[in-house]
């Protein structure tokens, strides 16, 4: 099936050209952060986590909302979503392998990260992390693939795939609620130190997952002969709206928590994030647009008119898309090291290597998509006009 990936219009060649471009100035810049060492990064001793961990935790979120769509079609036989759970699953093989690229980045050197395999320490969460992140992986290529063989064969997927199917599913949640842990289980850290951040990140997840596959149904529909149908893409809005006032009520119980319990270490940094603490205030803007968006965003798609409409569903999932971006990498992740454990601050700046490392991480990930989406797209749609 691979080879249907090799022919495509002008219009996808130029994408692909665009994409290898972009990787190819990120290698550049990861071979000179490779020899120069982590100092060509904006990380520090107090901001040891930068925006490659930023990018990985927003990640693991839109990797584990595939569940949204795999739990609907093969758990309660919602077959609304037939069209489109292959597509979720795709998305997850993308972020899972960005994450891990991420995390490559952030090592600095590689093959730091075969310490995990040669030395592993299950009493660490890392390890755990590292089983997931690549069972995950495994899990969305296997069933994926086989699921789209059977399909092109017009046949039923064999059997022995369903047991896979339903692991998936608690996989999913398993790969957001590590990451979490992997912040609420440092004490030193007292804006991280709750116990909703699993359930937080979770809903996050659920929100800008299926926002995100929003955006590529409607972005298919436009380009190919493929569409999706309006009523798949009506339930992904539905999740998205209720997975996202979720995610705006556990930030409210973060409010509540710092402000009226007048926790010190939740407070300096919400003051820090939403209005600027000791003349600091890099973050600020980015945290109320992050607000702004995301409430803009589930107000159109809660309007009748607004949700029905193609052009402005693509504002909305984009909108809310970001407003997590920023929310859950940049203010989840910088936030957490405001003020530092001397009760000082020290702020991130993004250098330019790691900027176009990071685009370069995304065009990677994007390329995949594009492939897996343009063999899974031919795939049903020789399947219809047989």
Not at 14 to 42: D, E, F, K, R
Not at 280 to 285: G, R
Request: proline content about 4%; glycine content about 8%; hydrophobic content about 55%.
């Amino acid at each position: 099936m691979i080879e249907k990936a090799f022919v495509g219009d002008k219009r996808y060649w130029v994408w692909i050209s665009i994409l290898l471009g972009t990787i190819t100035v990120g290698v550049c810049c990861y071979l000179y952060q490779y020899s120069y060492g982590l100092g060509a990064t904006g990380m520090s001793r107090d901001v040891s986590w930068g925006i490659y961990i930023s990018q990985f935790t927003f990640l693991v979120g839109v990797a584990a909302s595939a569940v949204m769509l795999v739990l609907p079609y093969y758990i309660h036989n919602f077959k609304v979503f037939g069209r489109i759970t292959i597509l979720g699953e795709f998305v997850a093989i993308s972020a899972v392998t960005m994450c891990l690229l991420f995390i490559m980045a952030d090592l600095g050197q590689p093959i730091r990260g075969l310490n995990v395999i040669f030395h592993p320490t299950p009493g660490s969460i890392l390890f755990w992390d590292m089983i997931v992140l690549n069972g995950y992986l495994f899990l969305n290529l296997l069933v994926g693939w086989w699921v789209l063989t059977a399909e092109q064969k017009q046949v039923a997927p064999p059997k022995w795939i369903k047991p896979f199917i339903y692991l998936s599913i608690p996989w999913a949640v398993s790969i957001h609620t590590v990451t979490a842990f992997l912040y609420c289980g440092l004490p030193g850290r007292h804006f991280w130190l709750t116990a909703i951040l699993a359930p937080r990140f979770l809903a996050s997840a659920f929100c800008a997952g299926p926002a995100l596959l929003i955006f590529l149904c409607i972005l298919i529909r436009r380009f190919t002969k493929f569409d999706a149908g309006d009523v798949a893409i009506q339930k992904l809005v539905s999740i998205v709206i209720y997975a996202g006032l979720i995610n705006f009520f556990f930030v409210g119980l973060e409010l509540f928590v710092g402000y009226y319990s007048n926790m010190p270490g939740h407070i300096h940094t919400l003051e820090y994030l939403f209005f600027g603490l000791d003349g600091y205030s890099k973050l600020v803007p980015w945290m109320r647009a992050s607000v702004v968006m995301g409430m803009f965003a589930l107000t159109l798609f809660a309007i009748p008119k607004t949700r029905h409409d193609e052009r402005w569903l693509i504002v909305s999932s984009v909108l809310i898309f970001f407003s997590l971006w920023i929310d859950k990498g940049l203010g989840l992740v910088l936030g957490g090291f405001v003020p530092n454990m001397t009760e000082g601050i020290t702020e991130y700046y993004v250098t330019l290597p790691e900027i176009f490392i990071t685009l370069g991480i995304w065009s990677i990930g994007a390329l995949i998509l594009t492939v897996l989406y343009k063999v899974a797209i031919s795939v049903k749609l020789t399947k219809e006009e047989t």
